[in-house]
């Protein structure tokens, strides 16, 4: 069953339960006929397929839906009754996080644990993966579960060694991001959320990078070198060619030349600063070398006339 399969399932099921509901409601079944009506006209400049439900389903998945919606399902590679540890290289990252945390709220080291595991794990956790870390901090896998498909920075299914991202929030749909969205779907030949035949990238979207002064931008999850190598990079300021240049570097095997903007060195108005250009006037900061060295002398006579106070005191 694939995230559109289940999507379909899902919206069927309700559907007919609704009518099942309004049976003897001929008013109200033909409101929500139109409703489903209008609701596919939405959606016929999408697909030339509207009457296609499973076709439906999909263009409602991908457009509505900044992550793949994951439903597990047992394989070889991933079910319960395998086993899964950290490296010994990274069981000593694993203990310094756990030294953080008193033993009692050690539960509050999942995050950082889920991301180290994920990075070792090719990007992606696995049940095996999961069920260790709710051994390590003592909880029932469930509280595992619940974090792990909470959150979109969590890979519940496999992706490639680059996972590529493109920030699909506002801002960054205003500047074009559908347009390197869809330059980078036809280079790598793959929708979103899919990954290439040699398992090199995957095309996903994330929402808000918090970069919206550069936008439109990516970010890239690094995954070639596991834990050791790995790097998360935005890339900033972007056109479809430049977005295009990057992937083609990173195929490669290369880092591409610059991170971040990719034609600014700040986030600043893309025609330039307007303001601080010139030396401050002042008020100015005080020169806190200067009073530290004031203040040393102070202390230095105080010191001093106690010790001659104190000496002189004894002669008497």
Known sequence: MTSSDLFFTTTTTTTSKKNNGMNNNNNNNKRNTNSNTNTKNIFKQQTSKTNNNQTFSHVINERLYSVGLMVHRDSAENNSSLKWEFSKENETKVQTILKRYPPNYKRSAMIPLLDVAQQ???????????????ELL????????????????????????????????????????????????EHLGVKKFET??????????MECMGCCVNAPMIAVADYTGGVEKYTYNY????????????????????????????????AEPITGTTTLNTEPTGPNCRDLAKLKKELEAAAAEAAKAAAAEAAAGAKK
């Open 120 to 134: 070792q794990n090719a990007g992606y956790l696995t049940v095996p993966v999961m069920n260790h870390i709710a």
């Open 138 to 185: 003592e909880v029932a896998p469930i509280r595992v579960y619940e974090v792990a498909t909470f959150y979109s920075m969590f890979n519940r299914s496999k992706v490639g060694s680059y996972h590529v991202m493109v920030c699909g929030t506002t801002p960054c749909m205003l500047r074009g991001s559908r347009d390197i969205e869809k330059a980078l779907s």
């Open 196 to 205: 290439t035949r040699d398992g090199k990238f995957t095309l996903g979207e």
């Open 235 to 266: 890339y900033e300021d972007l056109t479809p060619e430049s977005a295009v240049s990057i992937v083609q570097t990173l195929a490669q095997g290369k880092m591409p030349e610059k991170v971040g903007s990719q034609i600014r060195n700040k």
